[in-house]
C-alpha cells in the first residue's frame, strides 16, 4: 500500500488567494482526520470525517476554512481567501476505524507571503 | 477533557546508551495511549500503542513503552539509542475508543555519535 497521500508536498501563495489541499487515505480506511502543525500550537485536529460524513469541524480555524470528502478515496481541505498566519504544516491522517491508530500523509507545507 | 503532557523538550543521549522519552496524560475514562516519531520533513510514523493487556508493550525500532496507572504514565524507551533515532517524538492519548487523538507537544530526542 502506498499509504496515505497528500499533494501538493509544498505551496506558496499569496494572501489572498485560494489554496487547495489533497488526500487520498488508505484504501478501506473509512475515517479521515486533517490536521495543523505550527511550532506555536503544535498539532490541531481540524476535522474528522467518518464514512465521508464531516463527524467534526470544531477545529476549523474559521470560516475561510472548509473541508469535503466526496468519496471514500479523496479530500481537500481548502483555505479562500489565505493569509499570512495559515502558514503551516497540514497533515492528512486515516484510519480502519474511529479506535484504531492513524497513519499519517507526508504533510503540505503551505507558505502564505 | 484529555491531555498529555511531555515534560522534556529535548533529550540528549549517546548512541549505545539507553533513551527514555517522558510522557504523562490525564483522561477521564479509559487510556488509549500511542507513541509516534516524525523525521525532518515527513509525516509522523506509528511507533506502539496500549490499549489493553500487558503494561510493557514493544514496538517498531526496537521502541518499547511501560504504562503506568498509578502514575499516569507511558514514558517511550530504547536500550541502546541509534544516531538514526534523532527525531521528533509525540505521546498521543486518547478516551476509550473515541476518534479524538491528544498529541502532546513533542521531543526532540538527539543521540550523538
Known amino acids: 500500500d502506498a499509504g496515505v497521500i497528500q499533494s501538493p508536498r509544498h505551496e506558496v501563495t499569496e494572501m489572498g488567494q485560494e489554496v487547495t489541499l489533497r488526500c487520498k487515505p488508505i484504501?478501506?480506511?473509512?475515517?479521515l482526520f486533517w490536521y495543523r502543525q505550527t511550532m506555536m500550537r503544535g498539532l490541531e485536529l481540524l476535522i474528522y470525517?467518518?464514512?465521508?460524513?464531516?463527524?467534526?469541524d470544531s477545529g476549523m480555524p474559521e470560516d475561510r476554512f472548509s473541508a469535503k470528502m466526496p468519496n471514500a478515496s479523496f479530500s481537500t481541505l481548502k483555505i479562500q481567501p489565505s493569509e499570512p498566519r495559515d502558514s503551516a504544516v497540514y497533515f492528512c491522517?486515516?484510519?480502519?476505524?474511529?479506535?484504531?491508530?492513524?497513519?499519517f500523509g507526508p504533510g503540505t507545507r503551505l507558505t502564505v507571503l | 477533557a484529555q491531555s498529555v503532557a511531555q515534560p522534556e523538550d529535548q533529550v540528549n543521549v549517546a548512541e549505545g546508551n539507553p533513551l527514555t522519552v517522558k510522557c504523562t496524560y490525564s483522561?477521564?475514562?479509559?487510556?488509549?495511549l500511542f507513541w509516534y516519531v516524525q523525521y525532518p520533513n515527513r509525516g509522523l510514523q506509528f511507533l506502539l500503542k496500549?490499549?489493553?493487556?500487558?503494561?510493557l508493550v514493544k514496538g517498531s525500532y526496537g521502541f518499547e513503552a511501560e504504562f503506568n496507572k498509578s502514575q499516569t504514565s507511558f514514558h517511550l524507551k530504547k536500550p541502546s539509542a541509534l544516531v538514526s533515532d534523532s527525531a521528533l517524538y509525540f505521546c498521543?492519548?486518547?478516551?476509550?475508543?473515541?476518534?479524538?487523538?491528544?498529541f502532546g507537544a513533542g521531543t526532540t530526542v538527539t543521540v550523538r555519535a
Open positions: 491522517a486515516s484510519s480502519p476505524s474511529p479506535a484504531h491508530e492513524q497513519f
Open positions: 483522561v477521564s475514562g479509559n487510556p488509549y
Open positions: 496500549y490499549i489493553t493487556g500487558d503494561n
Open positions: 484504501s478501506g480506511h473509512n475515517s
Open positions: 470525517f467518518n464514512n465521508n460524513v464531516p463527524i467534526d
Open positions: 498521543a492519548v486518547r478516551d476509550g475508543g473515541d476518534y479524538k487523538l491528544s
